[in-house]
């Protein structure tokens, strides 16, 4: 479904790679974890993966579709949730919806079931008349999972997508990746909380100065330790210059 080959970024100014020489083959299905400190390269990857940002070498490649070719028809099949939603403040969240569910082509039926399931599962019904201005953080993250979600993507890439929900919306998106998965979704991640990513993740990538340093299957990279004691063994003293 994802295919990162050789990926390298340098941002201009910069004589150093943000992201340098990385490659990941995300399958139809898989929940795919990505983590490192901050300043890791994971954001510049996610955004690469995107089309938001520029990247001089490498290949990505969405659903068999060369992303530099033909973007639009890679971003047709993908959602983004960023860590911090930048929405349109002067909307209701309900108009907001529908401006998503309009750009992708969204049924009147199907955008309908999906707005009345997932409002309804993170408590947000109530509030989709209101405009987002007056939303609170968490209800913002709600907002723009409900909205990556309206037109049923094939790819989900989630920048710490925890970040600002309770416990039951923690929980209840959990539950959303891994039903989505069961239906041949593939899920790209990156967060920092390590217990959340060894419980949910089929496979995991650790990403240390802009280069992978570990990546497979949840067993294969921690073996019979946890994966907070790999990571801090892999990563020991890179939180100090980041």
Same mark, same amino acid.
């Given at each position: 479904?994802?295919? #990162?080959?050789?990926?390298?970024?340098?941002?201009?100014?910069?004589?150093?790679?943000?992201?340098?020489? =990385?490659?990941?083959? #995300?399958?139809?299905?898989?929940?795919?974890?990505?983590?490192?400190?901050?300043?890791?390269?994971?954001?510049?990857?996610?955004?690469?993966?995107?089309? =938001? =940002?520029?990247?001089?070498?490498?290949?990505?490649?969405?659903?068999?579709?060369?992303?530099?070719?033909?973007?639009?028809?890679?971003?047709?099949?993908?959602?983004?949730?960023?860590?911090?939603?930048? &929405?349109?403040?002067?909307?209701?969240?309900?108009?907001?919806?529908?401006?998503?569910?309009?750009?992708?082509?969204?049924?009147?039926?199907?955008?309908?079931?999906?707005?009345?399931?997932?409002?309804?599962?993170?408590?947000?019904?109530?509030? &989709?008349?209101?405009? #987002?201005?007056?939303?609170?953080?968490?209800?913002?993250?709600?907002?723009?999972?409900?909205?990556?979600?309206?037109?049923?993507?094939?790819?989900?890439?989630?920048?710490?997508?925890?970040?600002?929900?309770?416990?039951?919306?923690? $929980?209840?998106?959990?539950?959303?990746?891994?039903?989505?998965?069961?239906?041949?979704?593939?899920?790209? $991640?990156?967060?920092?909380?390590?217990?959340?990513?060894?419980?949910?993740?089929?496979?995991?990538? #650790?990403?240390?100065?802009?280069?992978?340093?570990?990546?497979?299957?949840?067993?294969?990279?921690?073996?019979?330790?946890?994966?907070?004691?790999?990571?801090?063994? =892999?990563?020991?003293?890179?939180?100090?210059?980041?």
């Amino acid at each position: 479904m994802l295919k #990162i080959e050789h990926l390298s970024k340098t941002y201009e100014g910069s004589d150093k790679k943000a992201v340098d020489d =990385l490659s990941l083959h #995300i399958l139809p299905g898989e929940i795919y974890g990505f983590i490192g400190h901050n300043g890791a390269g994971k954001t510049t990857t996610i955004k690469s993966v995107t089309g =938001l =940002l520029p990247f001089e070498e490498g290949e990505i490649t969405i659903n068999g579709v060369d992303l530099k070719k033909d973007p639009i028809a890679c971003k047709k099949v993908i959602a983004y949730i960023p860590d911090n939603p930048d &929405l349109y403040a002067f909307m209701t969240g309900i108009k907001y919806l529908n401006f998503i569910a309009d750009i992708f082509g969204v049924s009147a039926d199907d955008r309908q079931e999906r707005i009345r399931r997932y409002a309804g599962m993170f408590e947000l019904t109530d509030s &989709l008349n209101e405009t #987002i201005s007056a939303y609170s953080h968490g209800m913002k993250q709600k907002l723009a999972v409900i909205a990556a979600l309206i037109h049923d993507p094939k790819l989900i890439i989630m920048d710490e997508p925890f970040v600002g929900l309770d416990p039951k919306a923690s $929980f209840l998106l959990k539950e959303i990746m891994r039903e989505k998965c069961k239906e041949g979704c593939s899920i790209f $991640f990156s967060t920092h909380v390590l217990e959340v990513a060894e419980k949910l993740c089929d496979k995991v990538a #650790i990403i240390r100065g802009g280069k992978l340093i570990r990546n497979g299957t949840m067993e294969e990279v921690k073996g019979d330790e946890s994966l907070e004691d790999i990571f801090l063994e =892999l990563t020991d003293g890179e939180a100090a210059t980041c």
